[in-house]
């Protein structure tokens, strides 16, 4: 589990594979504290499990990961954000986050809006249904506050400090990002009832209602 508060900029040093899977190596400094053989780090939002090394880890990307990230278009000297799985009793900063991608999204637009940047940035409908205006997602490991949501986009904003300690600042429209929707939403919609079971909304058989949750002081 992971909070999407950046730890470190790691750099690519090399990415050996094809569609079928690739082992990348990543320079990193600060992620390496502490870590040992197995232990997950996230990387640009990928929950990957690693092999430390001297001032570097290694990781492999299977096929899933490379169809649903944008882990397979790294190259050597790219930029990456790095946070390691949170430890029992750490602050929790951010949101919590998965490590598993949902899919990814295009960078539409960079506008300053005063001293910050507004992101807007395509996104497919299966993970439009989680977002929600002052809500959170994840976008490159990165937790950020929903600022707008569309019909097809998203948008968030970065303050200096994210921009600055994050890859996020070096985006620029048409790069494509890593977006992982709110857990939480996840399991709120499946116990509003799963589509097609004809439990939907249904209290009694598992599913929650608006009304239900009212009655019960929510």
Avoid: W
Wanted: net charge negative; charged share 20%.
């Amino acid at each position: 589990m992971f909070t999407g508060i950046i730890e470190e900029i790691g750099t690519v040093r090399s990415v050996r594979g094809s569609g079928t899977g690739v082992k990348i190596d990543i320079e990193a400094v600060k992620v390496l504290e502490g870590t040992k053989t197995g232990d997950s780090i996230a990387v640009n939002g990928v929950c990957l499990t690693v092999t430390p090394g001297e001032g570097h880890f290694t990781a492999d990307a299977m096929p899933e990961t490379l169809r649903r990230t944008s882990l397979g278009k790294l190259a050597p000297g790219a930029k990456v954000n790095l946070e390691r799985a949170m430890p029992c009793g750490g602050r929790f900063g951010g949101h919590i986050v998965a490590g598993h991608v949902d899919a990814c999204g295009e960078i539409l637009s960079m506008p300053e809006d005063g001293i910050a940047t507004v992101l807007k940035i395509s996104a497919p409908r299966e993970i439009l249904k989680y977002v929600a205006v002052k809500g959170s997602v994840t976008v490159d490991g990165v937790s950020l506050t929903v600022t707008g949501a569309g019909t097809d986009s998203i948008e968030v904003s970065l303050i200096p400090h994210t921009a600055q300690h994050t890859t996020l600042g070096l985006l620029r429209p048409g790069h494509r990002v890593n977006l992982e929707a709110d857990l939480l939403a996840r399991y709120v919609e499946r116990l509003l009832g799963f589509p097609g079971t004809g439990q939907e909304g249904n209290a009694s058989s598992g599913g929650l209602t608006l009304e239900f949750l009212a009655e019960n002081g929510f």
